[in-house]
């Protein structure tokens, strides 16, 4: 499992981004399963996910924060990575962000990318 923490600061809310490897729909929820037995991860606003799995099938969960999934998808797709679940996760910080929301989910799914290519 690769994680960053505190990757924006915005507004007082607060992102971080997880991935690992899977190669199923239930792997990708297990992993998602065991992020949240960390107290932290359990008690963040959004835990938002998207993988690609290897052949194709998209899947993904926007826990609440509507349409963050398909974000994540957007930039495996284009990235052309399969099989790796990335959790963009979410502590709101009492100030709505409007579609500023979208751009940290992505700078969040860049800058996995980014470790997870450097051999992260």
């Not at 290897?54 to 797709?77: F, M």
């Not at 009492?94 to 450097?118: K, M, N, P, S, Y």
């Amino acid at each position: 499992m690769l994680q960053i923490g505190n990757v924006v600061s915005d507004r007082g809310s607060k992102y971080a981004v997880s991935g690992g490897p899977v190669a199923s729909r239930g792997e990708a929820q297990a992993f998602v399963k065991s992020l949240m037995r960390k107290k932290k991860y359990a008690k963040a606003t959004h835990n938002t996910w998207g993988v690609i799995l290897p052949g194709g099938e998209q899947v993904k969960n926007d826990d609440g924060e509507s349409g963050a999934g398909a974000t994540v998808l957007r930039i495996l797709e284009r990235e052309g990575i399969e099989g790796q679940v990335i959790v963009v996760t979410r502590w709101y910080g009492g100030i709505h962000l409007g579609g500023d929301r979208f751009r940290h989910v992505q700078t969040c799914v860049r800058a996995w990318l980014d470790e997870f290519r450097a051999g992260g």
